[in-house]
């Protein structure tokens, strides 16, 4: 009886430790990285708008699909691609066992730190050095190598991991979401392998709500053990018209609301916004050569043109880096540094 | 003051009530349609090792991935599996825009009851099924095709819905599991497309945690309304080696328990039990011809023969159905009615 009774005091404190504290975390802005603004607002309405129980524009927990690119959109992607920096790293790590890369394009231009010869092979040249650095090994040893070129390589310009290079808005964008019943993916043309061994860690979303491209993964015997091995040649292209494709293959709803920020996320984003009741589609627009960096309509990356002159007319988002967002990385870098 | 001193009483009310109710549903028994034995205390040991905190088999939550094929693991298979049903059903109900299919196997053998005939053309003629029937439409309309057979096609022997001939012991363990932390999974050769429209509301399990095989799609804009159209080709085949290649890429992690019922799951069944740490495989055994069916080494569907012949040698867990499970199919049929 005695114990019982202390256990109940126990427990009321804590209730009203718990009544005092949750009042203020309640309040709380849970977009503090986010200005005022149309953006910001619009975001706001659309999530009271589809979790307003009875309200006409409801959506039950299950199908409040959200879907982000990545590349730019929850990281940053320029000068490059980060996974072309870790392909250009892994060609001088593998050149000694390829003499024949020292007098081949692309192979030669990225051993000679000569972009301009890489790009001069195109898209078929990025295919090349992608499937020569991407495949050849286990699944488990892939992964290895991405985890550990992600917790050791910084970005020169900002001295950071390029996981600490991701965007502090969209972070807190990706939690209120969730907070409110959404389920997140991100729907990338960057290799599904590739961010995988971050994405949790990170943006909390977990592997198998990432959709990317991908190589062919066979499954093999080696010495009595089953193992993934990826092979030199290209499963799917999860990019442009292939998003949607993804989206179906992948996740097998319909998202309501989508979060791109280039050319190649506007068919995402138009079957995102076809579908039936309230829907919301948003790019990042790169304005902010300051704070990260400042390109659209004639980018070598992350191309954002058709998209900007029909936003109107389709009543897409555009958020402005530099007007919407009140800092753009995470303050503490420690707080998104590898836990191994 | 008044008031918050009335809530508070409410409140420590609540908790004593809370109290009072949660012991004895603690106390139940989480798989009560599992006799007692073998099979049963593997699984209960299992998710008690892989959850214990400090203990040496601990698994943290974000990788406890259970995988489970669906014909004849989840539901009912035998005599033909459900998907085939359907081509068939849908072969009938096309023909008359098709007139060659009359005097052209295997679709001549549909229209004429002859599944002699259909059999005889093998792999090649159900991929031919499965292909006429399961494309040239768009991923909505087919969605709304599954959906309204699964609601209204009754199996003969035992005249239910399909979706009422699930398991009642697979339907407690995936709740089981996933009250443990687990991650539940559909991995199986049928057709993504075919199974979504019904896991969430029959077995719980989302549209986006479901692994299958998939025919091509494609982004079309078709009068200016963005869709997925269903192409006549094949894009995936998720069974036998094709199991763990769909885990890789769909999921992004190997599981730590899977569970079959035949020889197309043993890779999937090897790959999860050659990870690391504690790992479990199991197989449903058909042998219970009286309250569902017989069948094993030589069998036209779900054929479980090397399998059996090696489970011994590998840990894996045979439950026997007709031993191990007090109740095949759930009791209450309306329950697993469809919602509309």
């Known amino acids: 009886m005695r114990k019982s009774a202390q256990t109940l005091s126990t427990l009321v404190l804590a209730l009203i430790a718990s009544l005092i504290f949750s009042a203020p975390a309640m309040a709380a802005d849970p977009l503090p990285s986010w200005n005022d603004g149309k953006s910001r607002q619009a975001i706001v309405d659309f999530v009271a708008a589809v979790t307003e129980e009875g309200g006409k524009d409801y959506v039950p927990p299950g199908d409040r699909i959200a879907t982000f690119d990545n590349d730019g959109t929850l990281w940053v992607e320029y000068p490059m691609y980060t996974q072309a920096l870790f392909a250009f790293d892994r060609v001088i790590e593998l050149a000694s066992q390829h003499p024949e890369w020292k007098t081949r394009q692309p192979f030669k231009g990225v051993l000679e730190g000569d972009m301009k010869a890489v790009g001069a ?34 970005q020169k310009r900002f001295d950071r991991l390029y996981t600490e290079l991701v965007y502090q808005p969209q972070l807190e964008l990706l939690a209120y979401l969730r907070a409110n019943g959404f389920k997140t993916f991100i729907v990338s043309g960057g290799g599904v392998a590739f961010m995988r061994p971050m994405t949790e860690r990170v943006y909390g979303i977990a592997p198998e709500q990432v959709v990317g491209s ?44 989508a979060f791109g920020n280039s050319d190649s996320d506007m068919q995402m ?42 936003a109107a007319d ?26 191994k």
């Not at 991908?214 to 290209?234: C, H, N, T, Y």
């Not at 389709?314 to 836990?339: A, E, S």
């Open 121 to 154: 092979t195109g898209m078929e040249g990025v295919m090349e050095l992608i499937l020569a650095t991407h495949s050849g090994m286990t699944a488990t040893a892939f992964t290895q190598e991405v985890s550990s070129w992600l917790a050791t390589t910084r």
């Open 214 to 257: 991908s190589v062919v993964a066979e499954f093999q015997v080696r010495d009595g053990k089953p193992e993934l091995v990826r092979m030199p040649e290209i499963n799917f292209i999860n990019d442009k018209a292939g998003k949607p494709v993804g989206i179906y293959q992948h996740i097998g709803k319909r998202p309501i609301l």
């Open 269 to 310: 984003i138009e079957y995102t916004m076809a579908g039936q009741g309230r829907r919301m589609g948003l790019y990042v627009h790169h304005t902010d050569a300051e704070r990260e960096y400042a390109y659209d309509r004639e980018s070598h990356v992350g191309t954002l043109d058709k998209a900007l002159d029909q």
């Open 314 to 339: 389709n009543g897409w988002i555009i958020v402005d880096m530099k007007k919407d967002w009140k800092v753009v990385f995470p303050g503490n870098q420690r707080m998104l540094l590898p836990t």
